[in-house]
Each structure stands twice: as structure tokens, then as C-alpha cells.
């Protein structure tokens, strides 16, 4: 017995041992899922016309009238893009079958550019994507009841949340990682049982309430059924028409021709392009594709849009077929006008185009070589005219994500633009020919960009600015400046004119008008800046590319935003520049980006009657823009007794009335509010509760380098851009307040401090992750937004939703 004692206690102390250093291995029950349901191979989906037909004789479940609406509004949300985890997109059946990957898109540390993995591009079928290192969540063995269940991911994901919901109130706790940049769990259905046990908490919908039992029955009976999806009606008549006229158009055989759509298309590749007055839910890609018009578009897999096609190419328009979500969703509209005015702008104008510029990248990634036979005048006004959509590029494409990316922009600014031929009168084309070469950019090393490539576009950068100051001493006599003649005005019609940038910490949103209080700065853009952050952060922004490129392409960024600093302050009173430019980076480390260049030997033209310069500036732009200023913001800037805001209701003006309180808190009174949230104000009305976007705009003492954010915030200097409607793709929040507590809600708010105040804000007002009406309450929110905003919507983001 003493011996047995002995060894028993032998075991006791090894297996503590084991435990206390980490030795100790669990034993997971595996499973021959090839015994079981015989070999892995991909599976046709789509099925043809007559089975589909049988199919819905059967009665079985259709995947677009009820399996699509249930992902969509409870998976895309956060499985929709780059940034859906594990690769996983679920807006489109090609992206559920082809399933989830350990790879990473986004990668700080990669020193070599990575072959990319866009979804419709970079493989076409699902065979490809398993070479490429893609898994399965759907089954794709034997096909039976049993094995379509048990060998799918998604089932066993959904089956996990039901075995272990989530709390029903308050915070969620420590078990549910919601960093920004967390570690993904990607599990095969072969490495299934160890994620169960690891993280049983971890069921989807992840951190959020599970599905209702009606909508967990309909996609696991379309599973069991075998994952099949009727395929797609064809495109209607004028589709197909205005298809055919545009690519025929596209397609023109000039060497005039040729360049002018090489240049359209290197600016439009990236958004959603739709035909004015066609279904508000048919948008299309142009893509270069080897094949003809009317025959099946088959894209180049080019990395970038000015690569190499290595032949014969066609611009091609190819529909979108998965979800439209807002964060990569920018309109661009094609119609008869559109097409009058690319005739106008670089068809009619008289010039000669000797030859087509290379695709060599030193070429091809530098606009202002590979166009410089293009009439500069006619570039410029091809931006200007869809401003929107061009900043939204970088704002919504896929340079625009985290923290790092973005702290080169500010909480909120305004962005004009100068006016095409007016801000440096004379030779402008030719001091941008003569140095181009100065504005280079990193993506003219293709995928070679070295960790300290950065420092020779930074130079280059400083090069052009002191070269660009020297010019405009040259051509300027000492007594003339800029002033409001130097602004375009969007002709008094076209709301491109002014623009607002928001940051929300690791997002952004741009829209038209001049939404928010003065801000700290403003951007005045001239062409080769415009330029210059399209091929910087769109055109020219591999997101699979390296470690180098992601530091190179954020240093640039600070000289593109000085470059559009100095112009504004161009327009200052010349002696006030520096004064105000100290304000704007106090206890600034000259190391770090380049010294203002400030033209002090030229006075503002603008007529100042007070110190105040950066309103009164504004003020006169927007009497002089007129409508192309947009709407006046009658929350954020009332400056009477009684503000009004244009065709609004007794009950709109009412709760404008209690914004105009929560505008004013300032500094610490926010210090409860995260970065963007979306507040419904309950009216006693659903048909007519409203929606208001509230943004905080955040102070630093300077947004010029990449780290160390918490050492650069300036809270006390904080304030708040209250917008009726919706502004931003990824809401950190929603509240839900009665029309009759807005008073006490806005109370809370300002006075909260402790973080008692803070639970007790959130418990009475806030939509928790763990509410279970956050779902009612997240399709509410996608229902008005599609009502506001029209054409212009897509489904909300909710990956970034916050634990409050």
C-alpha cells in the first residue's frame, strides 16, 4: 500500500509538474472524417436552370430568398471584406465556398510581397482556392444528411453558440478577445474539437447574440440539403444595352483614346460603378480582361492597375454579385452626360498623343509621366467633378484600415480644391513634367519595397516641395498672393467642391458639405497632391504588399497633408502663418516631417475684417460656392437665437434643438463616448424615429509620427460633430433613447466621470453586445440607412462594435 502511496504521488507531482510548466498535453478526440464520409473534393453549387426548378418542386430551402438575407444581415456584418477573419467573406456563394484560410492579408511584419487572395480574381474556382491554402466550411464529402452536418465549419460554429450563449446583459467578459488586431482562431473541421474546448464561448455569431431557432433552422436545413444555390437571372435588356454601349465606348482604337480610358480606368478600378436611373441594387467593376465585349469577361490578375497586362486587354464591365457593404461601397455614376463630358474633357480639346506610355513601373506608377501627353487642365477637372468618390478611394479602400494607417489625418477636417488653371497661373504643366521625377512614389519599386525605402520617396517629397515654393515665388511678384479666385466653386452647383473627412480611430469617412464646427485644419488640394494620394494610397497600395510599402506609403502621406496645409495657409494673413501652423503642431520634432513652407513674401488676396481667419475664410468661401457648399449645418454651428435646419418636421426641429445642447460639450464631458455612434431618438412614431451620427473629434498636439497615440492625445481639447443621419461604416455603438429623455441622456453624458456614471449610461441607453434586441435593433439601423442614403448605402459594419 506504501509502495502504491508512493507511486500514486509519483504521478500526482509529474502531471502538476506537466500542468505548472506547460508540458501537458490535451488528448482530443480525432475523427476519420475520410473513413467516415470518404475523400475532400470541391463541389458544384450553382445549379443549372432545370435542377433548380426541381429543386423548388421539392420545396427545399432557396439560398437567395432565405439563406443570402440571414448571412447577410448576421455575417456579412463582420464577414465582408479584407478584413473578415480567417479570409472568410460571406456576401456571395463564391465566397462561402471557397471558405477560410490562415493567411493573413494584413501583416505588419511581412518583408516580401505575398500573392493576393481577392475573392473573383486571384482563382475562379474552388479547386484553386485549396491550392492556394484555402479550407472548407461547407461539406464537401459524400453527400448525405449526416455528413453535410458534420463535416461542415459553419454548422458546428452555429451548433457551439447554441451549446454556450452568451450573457444577456451587461459587459461581456474576458472570454471574448475584441482587440482590433487579435489573434484569429481559424479552425478546419479536422481541428474543430480543440477550438470547442479552448473556446466554447467562441460559437458564431461571435461576441454578439446567437441566431434566432427560425433562422438556425433554415441554414442548417439548406446545409443538410447540401449547400445549393439556384443560379443567378440573367442581366435585364437595357443592362445588357447600356453594357454593350459603355465597353464598345471604353474600347476605342486611338492612341488619344487609348490613354485617356488607360487613365479613367486607373482611377475608377476600385469603386462600384452603376448606370444612372438603373435598379438602385446593380453595380459593376471595370476590369482589363482577356476577353472580347459579349464574350465571358475573364480579369487580368494584376496586383495593381497600371501593371503589366503582358498583351491584348479590354476594358470590361463586371457585375457585382456579392453583398454591398458600406466599408468598400463608392458610387460612381455612367450616363449620357458622363459620357458628353469625358468627350468634352479629353476628346474635343486640341492636342496630340505621340505614343502610349510603358507599363514599367517607374513609368506607369508615376501619373505625371505616364500622362503627361493628357491636357493637365482636363485631368484636373475629371477629379474635381467626383471628388467624393475619389477621396472615398483612399478613405474606403484598402490602404484605409487601423490605427497606424490613419493617425496621418485628422478627427475632422475640410478639404477644397483649387481651381484648375488658376492657383499657379503659367507653365504649371511644365514644372510638373520637368519634376516628375520628384514625385515619385514607392510604387514605382513594384513589390520590392524595402523596410527603408521610405527615406528616398521622403526626400524626393521635400525636394518637390521646396521646388514648388520656389516656383510659385518665381511666377507670383512679391505683392500678390492667393485668395478666393484661386478656389474652385464647383461652378455654384457641384457639391464635390467641399468636402469633410472624419477619422474614427481605425477608420475613416468622407462626405460632401462642411459638416462640423471649424476644424483645427483645413486642406486646399491642388492637382499633383489630388494625384499624388490616389497612386500613393489606391492605385499604387498593394495591400498584400510588404512591411516596406505600409511605411513608406504612411511617411508620404505627412508631406501630402503638409503640402495641403501649406496651401491653405497660403490664403492666411501672411504674418498670422506660422501662429497658426504652431497651433496646429505645438511641441513639434522638426526630425519628423518636413518645416512649413510658408510664401510670407505673399499676402492673402482674401479681405479679413476679423482674427478670427479660419472662419471668416470659410464663411466667404461658402457665400461664394453658394449651393456647391451643401446644406448649412444648423446643429453644429448655430450662430442665432433660433437655427432651423431646411425641410424638417416640428418633431426633427425639436430634437435638433437637444443636439445643439450635446454639440456644445466639449473636452472631458465626452469622455464617455466612443469614436462614432449611432443614436436613434424614439418619436413614439417608429415610422418616424430618427437617426443622428455622433462623432468625436479627437485633439493630438501632432499627428506626425506612427506610434505612441495615447502620448500625443489632448482630451481636454476634444469636441463633438453631432450629423443628422448617418456618417461612417463601422458604428463603435448604438443608443436607443426616448424623444422625451434626450435632456437626461445628454446630462449623463456630459457629467459622466466615474465608471459607475459610465455602466449606468450604458445600461439605460445603450444596445450591448450581449442585448438581445441588438439584432432588431442593427436591422433598424440598416433599414434607414438604405433610406438616407439611397444608392449610396451598404450594410453597416459590425466588427468594431465596442464592449460598453
Not at 352 to 365: G, I
Request: aromatic share 12%; net charge neutral; charged share 25%.
Amino acid at each position: 500500500m506504501d509502495k502504491f502511496r508512493a507511486m500514486a504521488g509519483k504521478k500526482l507531482f509529474l502531471l502538476v509538474f506537466l500542468v505548472i510548466t506547460g508540458c501537458a498535453a490535451i488528448v482530443y478526440k480525432t475523427i476519420d472524417y475520410e473513413s467516415l464520409y470518404g475523400p475532400s473534393a470541391p463541389k458544384q453549387r450553382v445549379m443549372t436552370t432545370e435542377q433548380a426548378k426541381l429543386y423548388q418542386q421539392e420545396h427545399k430551402v432557396s439560398f437567395y430568398k432565405a439563406v443570402k438575407p440571414i448571412l447577410d444581415s448576421r455575417c456579412v456584418v463582420c464577414h465582408g471584406c479584407y478584413d473578415a477573419p480567417c479570409q472568410l467573406k460571406l456576401g456571395s456563394i463564391e465566397g462561402l465556398d471557397r471558405g477560410a484560410t490562415k493567411q493573413l492579408v494584413y501583416d505588419s511584419t511581412r518583408f516580401k510581397a505575398t500573392d493576393p487572395t481577392r475573392l473573383f480574381i486571384d482563382a475562379t474556382d474552388t479547386e484553386s482556392w485549396r491550392k492556394k491554402g484555402f479550407y472548407p466550411v461547407l461539406n464537401e464529402r459524400s453527400d448525405s444528411d449526416a455528413a453535410n452536418l458534420d463535416n461542415s465549419v459553419l454548422a458546428k460554429l452555429i451548433d457551439l453558440k447554441r451549446l454556450n450563449p452568451q450573457p444577456v446583459s451587461g459587459k461581456l467578459g474576458e472570454d471574448y478577445d475584441l482587440k482590433f488586431d487579435r489573434t484569429l482562431q481559424c479552425s478546419t473541421i479536422e481541428e474543430f474539437p480543440k477550438y470547442q474546448h479552448d473556446h466554447p464561448q467562441w460559437g458564431m455569431p461571435y461576441a454578439m447574440p446567437g441566431l434566432s431557432l427560425k433562422e438556425e433552422h433554415t441554414l442548417k436545413l439548406w446545409l443538410q440539403e447540401g449547400s445549393k444555390v439556384e443560379p443567378l437571372p440573367p442581366l435585364p435588356s437595357q443592362t445588357v444595352k447600356a453594357i454593350a454601349q459603355w465597353e464598345s465606348y471604353f474600347n476605342g482604337a486611338t492612341l488619344k483614346q487609348q490613354l485617356a480610358f488607360r487613365y479613367i480606368y486607373e482611377h475608377l478600378f476600385l469603386g462600384h460603378i452603376h448606370f444612372k436611373g438603373h435598379p438602385d441594387n446593380e453595380f459593376f467593376h471595370l476590369v482589363r480582361s482577356k476577353t472580347a465585349p459579349g464574350q465571358p469577361v475573364e480579369e487580368l490578375k494584376t496586383a495593381l492597375p497600371y501593371d503589366d497586362p503582358g498583351g491584348r486587354f479590354y476594358y470590361r464591365l463586371r457585375p457585382i454579385t456579392e453583398t454591398i457593404v458600406d466599408k468598400t461601397h463608392f458610387v460612381y455614376e455612367l450616363s449620357d452626360q458622363k459620357m458628353q463630358r469625358y468627350d468634352e474633357l479629353f476628346f474635343k480639346p486640341d492636342y496630340q498623343v505621340t505614343s502610349l506610355p510603358s507599363y514599367r513601373p517607374e513609368v506607369a506608377a508615376n501619373p505625371f509621366k505616364a500622362f503627361v501627353e493628357l491636357p493637365l487642365v482636363s485631368r484636373h477637372q475629371f477629379l474635381l467633378d467626383d471628388s467624393e468618390y475619389f477621396v472615398s478611394g483612399f478613405i474606403k479602400g484598402p490602404v484605409c484600415r487601423g490605427q497606424i494607417a490613419l493617425d496621418s489625418i485628422r478627427d475632422q477636417f475640410w478639404v477644397v480644391f483649387t481651381r484648375p488653371g488658376q492657383f499657379y497661373p503659367k507653365d504649371w504643366a511644365a514644372f510638373l513634367a520637368k519634376n516628375a521625377q520628384l514625385l515619385a512614389l514607392p510604387g514605382q519599386q513594384g513589390t520590392q519595397v524595402g523596410l527603408f525605402a521610405f527615406a528616398k520617396y521622403n526626400d524626393l517629397g521635400k525636394q518637390y516641395l521646396k521646388a514648388k515654393n520656389a516656383y510659385i515665388d518665381q511666377i507670383l511678384p512679391k505683392n500678390k498672393g492667393f485668395g478666393l479666385a484661386n478656389i474652385w466653386d464647383g461652378e455654384g452647383t457641384n457639391q464635390n467642391a467641399a468636402l469633410t473627412v472624419f477619422r474614427h480611430l481605425n477608420s475613416a469617412t468622407v462626405t460632401k458639405g462642411f459638416i462640423g464646427d471649424t476644424p483645427l485644419t483645413a486642406w486646399v488640394v491642388d492637382y499633383p497632391t489630388f494625384e499624388q494620394l490616389h497612386y500613393l494610397l489606391v492605385a499604387g497600395f498593394n495591400v498584400y504588399g510588404s512591411a516596406g510599402l505600409q511605411i513608406a506609403s504612411r511617411t508620404y502621406m505627412d508631406l501630402l497633408r503638409q503640402d495641403a496645409e501649406d496651401n491653405f495657409l497660403r490664403l492666411m494673413p501672411a504674418m498670422e502663418r506660422q501662429t497658426i501652423w504652431d497651433s496646429w503642431y505645438p511641441g513639434f520634432d522638426s526630425l519628423r516631417t518636413a518645416p512649413p513652407l510658408l510664401s510670407i513674401d505673399h499676402p492673402s488676396e482674401v479681405k479679413f475684417k476679423t482674427m478670427d481667419y479660419k472662419k471668416e475664410f470659410f464663411d466667404q468661401l461658402r457665400q461664394k460656392m453658394g449651393k456647391a457648399a451643401g446644406p448649412v449645418d444648423t446643429i453644429n454651428r448655430c450662430q442665432q437665437a433660433v437655427c432651423i435646419r431646411a425641410d424638417t418636421t416640428p418633431v426633427q426641429q425639436q430634437v435638433d434643438s437637444e443636439m445643439r445642447k450635446l454639440a456644445k460639450l466639449k473636452g472631458h464631458e465626452l469622455h464617455a463616448l466612443p469614436d462614432g455612434t449611432l443614436l436613434r431618438v424614439k418619436t413614439g412614431d417608429t415610422k418616424g424615429d430618427l437617426v443622428y451620427t455622433l462623432l468625436i473629434d479627437k485633439a493630438f498636439s501632432n499627428i506626425s509620427t506612427m506610434l505612441g497615440e495615447n502620448f500625443r492625445r489632448m482630451p481636454e481639447n476634444d469636441r463633438i460633430t453631432i450629423y443628422p443621419g448617418f456618417i461612417g461604416s463601422y458604428p463603435n455603438f448604438y443608443f436607443s433613447v426616448e424623444k422625451e429623455q434626450l435632456d437626461e441622456f445628454i446630462n449623463m453624458i456630459r457629467f459622466a466621470r466615474t465608471d459607475i456614471d459610465i455602466e449606468y449610461l450604458y445600461s439605460k441607453f445603450g444596445i450591448r453586445r450581449t442585448n438581445p434586441e441588438i439584432w432588431q435593433q442593427a436591422d433598424w439601423f440598416n433599414e434607414q440607412h438604405k433610406k438616407y442614403r439611397g444608392l449610396e448605402a451598404g450594410l453597416l459594419d459590425l466588427s468594431r462594435y465596442d464592449n460598453l
